[in-house]
């Protein structure tokens, strides 16, 4: 008979995951947000659980199932992204930052639908707060990882957000690239680490770019110490 050790790696560890896009209300009709479907962070948070982690699951408006034994917080807005993330930072050893967060919301919320006129129409932006930034200049011990999700320049963009964002790690990935776009069951990453460790991987699907993510997480957790 097969005899299946449990895996205790991240047993004790309270680790944040975002996932999904957000959304951003124009008025009570439309809406402002992205392509991201909530597949890659919502297979984080089922390694994550898997290696023992009590798994707190932030996620934007995504039409997946949510993952058994994991808890969920549904969130809408960037904002109420942060808010949620921040609630849950301070005793967090890991924070996993998979959400696609709208960069600009709409300036003025129209709390009446807006009708159509002739001609042209100017929504105003504003910026939406930079989460993973904030986490990063409030870092005492935990690890934060990020994404970075490029068209090109992939790697100087993923080694400036390493920087600018504070984070341990980024996992970049080339979204124009044939099988790591949005929506696809697979991913094409590379890790770009603090301390200057670089590692590529070939096409995953994205559970097993999950079970990676989580095995350098360990690492590093390992290193920390
Ligand atoms: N991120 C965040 N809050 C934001 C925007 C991004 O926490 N308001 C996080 C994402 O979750 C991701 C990382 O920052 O982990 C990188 O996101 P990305 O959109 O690639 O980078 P930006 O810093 O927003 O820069 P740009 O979109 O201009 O490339
Ligand atoms: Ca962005």
Same mark, same amino acid.
């Given at each position: 008979?097969?005899?299946?050790?449990?895996?205790?790696?991240?047993?004790?560890?309270?680790?944040?995951? +975002?996932?999904?896009?957000?959304?951003?209300?124009?008025?009570?009709?439309?809406?402002?947000?992205?392509?991201?479907?909530?597949?890659?962070?919502?297979?984080?948070?089922?390694?994550?659980?898997?290696?023992?982690?009590?798994?707190?699951?932030?996620?934007?408006?995504?039409?997946?199932?949510?993952?058994?034994?994991?808890?969920?917080?549904?969130?809408?807005?960037?904002?109420?992204?942060?808010?949620?993330?921040?609630?849950?930072?301070?005793?967090?050893?890991?924070?996993?930052?998979?959400?696609?967060?709208?960069?600009?919301?709409?300036?003025?919320?129209?709390?009446?639908?807006?009708?159509?006129?002739?001609?042209?129409?100017?929504?105003?932006?504003?910026? +939406?707060?930079?989460?993973?930034?904030?986490?990063?200049?409030?870092?005492?011990?935990?690890?934060?990882?990020?994404?970075?999700?490029?068209?090109?320049?992939?790697?100087?963009?993923?080694?400036?957000?390493?920087?600018?964002?504070?984070?341990?790690?980024?996992?970049?990935?080339?979204?124009?690239?044939?099988?790591?776009?949005?929506?696809?069951?697979?991913?094409?990453? +590379?890790?770009?680490?603090?301390?200057?460790? +670089?590692?590529?991987?070939?096409?995953?699907?994205?559970?097993?770019?999950?079970?990676?993510?989580?095995?350098?997480?360990?690492?590093?957790?390992?290193?920390?110490?």
């Amino acid at each position: 008979a097969f005899f299946h050790q449990k895996d205790e790696r991240l047993s004790g560890k309270k680790i944040i995951i +975002t996932a999904g896009p957000t959304r951003e209300k124009i008025d009570p009709v439309r809406y402002l947000t992205n392509h991201s479907t909530g597949k890659m962070g919502y297979a984080v948070a089922e390694e994550a659980a898997k290696a023992g982690a009590e798994v707190i699951l932030i996620s934007g408006p995504v039409s997946l199932a949510p993952p058994q034994g994991i808890h969920v917080v549904k969130v809408e807005s960037a904002q109420e992204m942060y808010e949620a993330v921040i609630s849950q930072y301070n005793d967090a050893d890991i924070v996993i930052k998979s959400a696609a967060v709208a960069d600009y919301r709409p300036k003025n919320y129209a709390d009446h639908k807006i009708k159509k006129q002739p001609g042209e129409q100017v929504i105003e932006l504003e910026r +939406t707060k930079d989460i993973l930034m904030e986490l990063g200049q409030r870092k005492d011990k935990q690890l934060l990882i990020g994404f970075a999700a490029e068209t090109d320049h992939v790697s100087e963009y993923a080694r400036k957000k390493l920087t600018s964002k504070n984070a341990d790690m980024i996992v970049a990935n080339n979204v124009k690239t044939e099988g790591a776009g949005f929506g696809t069951d697979t991913n094409i990453v +590379t890790f770009y680490r603090k301390d200057g460790v +670089t590692k590529e991987f070939p096409i995953l699907s994205k559970k097993e770019v999950a079970s990676k993510i989580i095995d350098e997480v360990c690492l590093l957790m390992k290193e920390q110490r």
